[in-house]
């Protein structure tokens, strides 16, 4: 009788070892869960370079790399930008800088500020981006017309190469 | 006021060579000296000094200005150094009248009497007189020129008492010849009994303590840092 | 926020006239030559000093009404002042703990580690740094609004400094309507931290304004006297002659880049804009 007993409190012991060890290990996935996804989100992706020493204002060269980063899709829709304190405390400069160069970001409509959140790369710059890849398309097509013209290959044969690569 | 009372034990604490000093006394007086009321004498002023001490300490080094931009008022500053005075002093004279009692009791064999009681109280006035007269000095002066001021003040009072005492001598009729320190004291303790004459003087000189007080709360709030 | 309207304070060799405005959120710099008035600005500020002009505004609350909740969320550095040599960092730690109801004594300790400092000697026995250091972590161990810094990294070596700015930067970082005033005699230190700079000589301000500005819209023209006779001069708020030629501050730097193609037009720094203010002439 005594065996049973010992046996079924062992058992119950076991069993709510078992439980507890699964419930710790859950905990624990759902920590490393939420720093790696936190990681992955807040990730610093942007890496913005500024020259001291140029005569272009810091604020300005700040402006320029982001709107170059979104451009090229480094910075994608919804990306949060650093924080202005953060990004003026890696950049060694004052924060009002950074906030100025946010701010003329946002009044063009690159960034949108949230208040109490951060700022984030807007969605509706599309303009701007397909104003980059026109000019990008534009210097090619340039190029191509410079090679045609030094080789003699006329207007109409280039239209031909033209309606046959839009056709594809 | 807590963070000053914790600084200025700090201070007093650091004060070795003094507390060394008494507990050394202490020990040779009790064996040697047939007079306990030395060691009450000594102790009392030794730590009637330590409130000065730590007046002197917190100006060292332009140590005023950072202690006045701490969250405590000027009154503050000036009310813990007094209550710290008195504390300090009262412990002092404390254990050292307990040591004495204790030392008359046991070496001498002789009772405790009123004699030996008011003995010890009248030790109560100089404590209350010392941070009377040098917390405000060291408060006005800070504690490089308060010295110079102290010696200065020293100076005269030895100075108006040698001409009083010197003056019979050339002729100059200051006061009654006969009435001398003796006959008045003498004729003071005729008339009232000593314990009475101890309580006025502890009476008075604590008067003259709240006065001090009220002066250095006016010289340190007018003091620039 | 810290706001001074018209102090004035008239000493035996020098007069002091100040207004600043600093809002909550900014680091700002003031710079100036010694005895220019910084540290006795600095001491208005923290009630050292009597006024008979002006009133000074720390968190829209007149400093004269201030009271010890007040004067708990100041966080100061001085210069030639702080606590008693011969206490050790648990001195102090224990003072701090009685003095402030938000002091973190674990932080405290924790950074004095970080930047070890020795926890076993008293403070006359540290080294400047680390004295620098420990004024610092005291002024930052309590929840404050306001910190007034003179001259926090004086003596230090650069890695030091960057160590004490980083601290300045987190300050900043916790609270976002936190102000800070700080005095330096280094040039960078202000050019990268301060997002305003004041420049105070003989007890006047000088200059105040973004240091960005300062450092983007601002620049120095050398110019030889021919030129300078010539040029427009309408944006040019000071000069100075030097062996060379003339010295010129201007504060529409595009201007003359534009329209003087060919003129020597120079980054502006602190130190080259006091040098300019104050052995220059006024135009």
């Known amino acids: 009788m005594r065996k049973i007993f010992k046996k079924c409190i062992d058992k119950c012991y076991t069993l709510l070892y078992s439980v507890y060890c699964y419930k710790v290990f859950i905990a624990q996935y759902n920590s490393w869960k939420v720093t790696w996804l936190v990681k992955g989100l807040g990730d610093y992706r942007m890496k913005i370079i500024v020259n001291n020493s140029s005569m272009i204002p810091i604020y300005s060269q700040i402006i320029q790399q982001i709107k170059a980063q979104i451009a090229d899709g480094t910075l994608k829709e919804n990306d949060a930008l650093p924080s202005v304190r953060a990004l003026s405390k890696d950049l060694n400069i004052s924060a009002l800088t950074v906030k100025k160069a946010y701010d003329e970001l946002e009044a063009n409509g690159f960034v949108i500020t949230v208040h109490g959140k951060g700022t984030y790369v807007n969605g509706n710059n599309s303009e701007y981006i397909r104003e980059s890849r026109l000019k990008e398309i534009e210097d090619d097509l340039r190029k191509a017309v410079e090679i045609a013209n030094m080789y003699g ?3 109409e044969e280039l239209f031909e190469m033209f309606d046959m690569l839009t056709e594809e | 006021m807590k963070g000053l009372l914790i600084k200025d034990l700090r201070i007093a604490s650091q004060q070795k060579v003094l507390l060394l000093l008494m507990a050394g006394c ?49 009154k503050a500053y000036v009310l813990e150094k007094y209550l710290f005075s008195i504390a300090a002093g009262i412990a002092g004279w404390s254990i050292s009248t307990v040591i004495a009692a204790i030392s008359q009791i046991v070496f001498l064999k002789k009772p405790i009497g009123a004699e030996f009681l008011n003995g010890a109280l009248t030790f109560i006035i100089p404590l209350f007189l010392i941070p009377t007269v040098m917390i405000p000095i060291l408060l006005k002066f800070g504690q490089a020129r308060s010295r110079i001021v102290m010696f200065t003040i020293m100076g005269i009072v030895f100075a108006i008492g040698g001409v009083l005492a010197l003056a019979p001598s050339f002729g100059v009729a200051v006061y009654d010849e006969n009435l001398t320190v003796e006959v008045v004291t003498f004729g003071i303790r005729n008339t009232l009994s000593y314990g009475l004459i101890i309580a006025g003087g502890i009476a008075a000189s604590f008067v003259l303590f709240i006065t001090s007080f009220l002066i250095s709360l006016a010289v340190i709030q007018r003091k620039e840092y | 926020m810290i706001r001074i309207d018209g102090l004035k304070k008239n000493y035996k060799d020098f007069n002091l006239d100040v207004s600043l405005d600093l809002k909550p959120g900014t680091i700002n710099g003031l710079v100036g030559t010694n005895g220019a008035g910084k540290s006795t600005t600095f001491k208005a500020i923290l009630g050292l000093i009597s006024y008979k002009e002006g009133e000074i505004f720390i968190n829209d609350k007149n400093i004269k009404d201030f009271k010890y909740e007040d004067k708990e969320r100041i966080g100061c550095v001085m210069t030639d002042s702080f606590f008693s040599e011969s206490f050790k960092i648990k001195d102090v730690a224990k003072i701090l703990k009685a003095t402030y109801k938000s002091f973190d004594e674990a932080a405290f300790y924790k950074k004095c580690e970080q930047y070890k400092l020795p926890t076993d000697k008293m403070i006359k026995e540290f080294s400047n740094g680390m004295k620098a250091k420990l004024k610092v972590l005291t002024a930052l161990s309590h929840d404050t609004d306001v910190l007034i810094l003179d001259e926090p990294t004086v003596g230090l070596d650069v890695v030091a400094r960057d160590d004490i700015l980083g601290e300045i930067r987190d300050y900043m970082e916790k609270d976002e309507n936190r102000t800070v005033l700080i005095s330096s005699h280094i040039s960078s230190d202000i050019e990268k ?10 007890g006047k301000i000088v200059f105040n304004d973004d240091t960005d500005k300062l450092l983007s819209e601002y620049a120095a023209l050398k110019v030889d006297e021919e030129t300078f006779a010539t040029m427009d001069k309408s944006h040019v708020k000071a000069y100075r002659k030097e062996k060379y030629g003339i010295e010129c501050l201007t504060d529409a730097r595009d201007f003359y880049i534009e329209n003087y193609p060919s003129m020597v037009v120079e980054k502006m720094s602190v130190d080259e804009m006091m040098m300019i203010l104050i052995k220059g002439e006024k135009l």
């Open chain 3, 193 to 202: 931290l301060c997002d305003t700079t004041y420049m105070i000589h003989d």
């Open chain 1, 153 to 155: 290959i006329t207007r």
């Open chain 2, 26 to 74: 202490g020990i040779i007086c009790l064996f040697t000296m047939k007079d306990t009321a030395f060691i009450i004498g000594y102790a009392t002023l030794l730590c009637g000094m330590l409130g000065t001490t730590t007046c002197a300490y917190d100006d060292l080094n332009h140590g005023m200005s950072f202690l006045l931009t701490l969250p405590y008022s000027r």
